[in-house]
């Protein structure tokens, strides 16, 4: 009688330790979920930083901190851009894809780090890096291809008026056939200019295409890695993030 009241009361005991586990369980996966929300719409910028620095171990927030930092610097950059045509202006160009390329680099050491506690949050805080990044990319190449547009318009419009000048140099002469001559001369050496900032800028283009369509790759690769190895919490986060777009659009 005695052994069978001891098997009862460890019946009972594990009883009550598998109820306690599935509570814990739940109430975990409850304030996830609310504390996950924030993380659902990429666009609301303050809201998805606060979220992140809630939930992200104290040995790495200041590290994600410092890289946001660093791409709210880049952005800033980005947003003095413009289509002016100078060397000023294109060495600013360059200097952001120099910078941008070491924030890239400097994204993916941190995801394939082994130095920090890497659960969901820190995940999710590289990705969301990665995406700012992007973004970035994406307006400086939009300011880059309006330069060249503007190169392209103002060497249409010089071979436009070098035309018009030959054919009035042609019906002139003396003094006035000189000075043509001159202003075409002038004309000729600024469209030659033009045209080999041009083919810099072109260049250039060609560059910042190919480092905006790696970065969204890795960035769907990081987007994708989460969804994959945090299960329902994962695939709900792509889920919502992949809703809100289609909104967007």
């Known amino acids: 009688m005695e052994r069978y009241s001891i098997f009862i009361f460890i019946g009972i005991f594990v009883l009550l330790i598998s109820i306690v586990i599935v509570v814990i369980i739940n109430k ?9 929300k924030a993380f659902y719409n990429l666009d609301n910028d303050q809201v998805y930083r606060n979220g992140i620095y809630k939930q992200i171990s104290l040995d790495f927030k200041p590290y994600i901190q410092e890289l946001f930092h660093s791409l709210d610097d880049l952005r800033q950059k980005v947003s003095k851009a413009n289509s002016e045509i100078s060397q000023a202006q294109y060495d600013a160009m360059r200097d952001i894809y120099e910078t941008a390329a070491i924030l890239s680099k400097r994204i993916n050491d ?3 780090s082994n130095k920090f506690k890497k ?6 805080g590289l990705h969301y890096a990665s995406h700012l990044l992007a973004n970035s990319l994406k307006a400086e190449q939009q300011n880059i291809k309006a330069a060249f547009l503007e190169c392209k318009r103002r060497q249409d419009r010089l071979g436009y008026q070098i035309e018009a000048a030959k054919r009035r140099q042609e019906k002139s002469q003396g003094e006035q056939r000189y000075r043509i001559s001159k202003e075409i001369g002038d004309m000729c050496k600024h469209h030659k200019s033009i045209s080999i900032w041009k083919s810099y800028i072109g260049s250039l283009n060609t560059k910042y295409n190919q480092q905006v369509t790696d970065q969204n790759i890795m960035t769907g690769k990081y987007r994708d890695y989460i969804a994959e190895s945090f299960g329902t919490r994962g695939q709900n986060w792509r889920s919502r993030c992949h809703q809100r777009a289609l909104a967007r659009k």
Do not use: P
């Not at 975990?28 to 996950?36: C, F, Y």
């Not at 659960?119 to 999710?124: M, Q, R």
């Open 110 to 112: 941190y995801w394939n």
């Open 119 to 124: 659960d969901f949050s820190y995940y999710i």
């Open 28 to 36: 975990t996966g409850k304030k996830n979920s609310a504390d996950d």
